[in-house]
């Protein structure tokens, strides 16, 4: 018996009738070799593929292909002072720097409040093609990093929408993580009011109510291919128009030609500094790969 998986893509949507968009995204593989990067406990794990997944949905909005859109958390007083992940054309990556002893003072499940305390979560779109850069900031102060993102789009934008996130492990105990995205679309004439000002118009309350079934373990099995997903929330609607999607794959850009490039910017007195018996080791923090760079290599 064969049996199907989904993973790592997202799949774009329209329901014209509703006035709305969606995206929904699976991340396996993808996930896998992020997180084999550090050693994570289970609810940094759990954290950090909910950002990712996050990150793909947000970062799959993008037309400019080359753009990149950047999700960073900082906090002080709680269990992680800093999450960072990114998306640039389908590639992904992401690190959470946190208190491990905070963390194993508060056991197994910690809240969102637990792990960032007076926390802010940062979203940043870069429009390499126009150089335009947008960035809106939130507070960590809800029950989730989906209603931070939901909060997001409400304070920035004045647009409504709905983020479901779910993570689990298949057979073999790979992570996987699902996530669904909708939003109500900017419409209507001039002079008249527009509708991605108003929360409670009826189109959107239908859309948000069905999106908000979607259960987490749905969103995270990879036996479910994300049309069907979209069938099953949207079956009665007179059409869903099913588009084109992104692959995902880990991205990280790190390379010593680029890190020379980086240590350019210094000035020879700073990079003498770094510099040790003639090396200067430059960490990654993403993909925890350490860089010896010859002093001399870089002018």
Not at 80 to 102: I, P, S, W
Not at 112 to 141: C, H, K, N, S
Not at 156 to 162: C, G
Not at 266 to 289: K, Q, S
Request: aromatic share 8%.
């Amino acid at each position: 018996m064969t049996t199907t998986t989904d993973l790592d893509r997202t799949v774009n949507f329209t329901i014209p009738r509703r006035h709305a968009r969606g995206r929904i995204a699976r991340l396996g593989p993808v996930l896998d070799r992020i997180l084999a990067a550090h050693a994570y406990p289970a609810p940094i794990e759990r954290l950090l593929a909910e950002a990712l997944t996050l990150t793909a949905l947000l970062g799959s909005t993008l037309k400019d292909t080359s753009g990149q859109l950047t999700l960073q958390a900082q906090a002080q007083g709680g269990i992680v002072t800093l999450m960072v992940c990114d998306y640039r054309g389908g590639e992904l990556r992401g690190y959470v720097q946190f208190d491990a002893d905070k963390l194993a003072e508060l056991g197994e499940a910690p809240s969102l409040y637990a792990l960032f305390a007076q926390g802010y979560l940062a979203i940043t779109f870069d429009q390499a093609a126009t150089g335009e850069r947008y960035q809106g900031i939130v507070p960590l102060d809800g029950a989730s990093l989906a209603q931070a993102a939901e909060r997001y789009f409400d304070q920035s934008e004045q647009i409504p929408s709905l983020v479901r996130l779910g993570v689990g492990h298949d057979a073999a105990g790979h992570c996987i993580g699902g996530g669904l995205f909708l939003q109500h679309l900017p419409e209507g004439e001039e002079g008249g009011e527009r509708l991605h000002s108003r929360d409670d118009h009826p189109e959107w309350d239908t859309v948000e109510a069905l999106g908000a079934t979607m259960g987490e373990d749905e969103l995270a099995d990879p036996s479910l291919p994300l049309e069907t997903l979209i069938w099953r929330l949207f079956n009665e609607e007179a059409e869903v128009r099913v588009q084109g999607g992104v692959d995902l794959v880990r991205g990280c850009r790190c390379d010593p030609a680029y890190i020379e490039s980086v240590l350019a910017k210094f000035t020879p007195e700073d990079r003498a500094e770094m510099a040790e018996d003639g090396i200067i080791t430059v960490d990654c923090a993403f993909c925890a790969r350490k860089f010896p760079i010859p002093f001399e290599a870089v002018s």
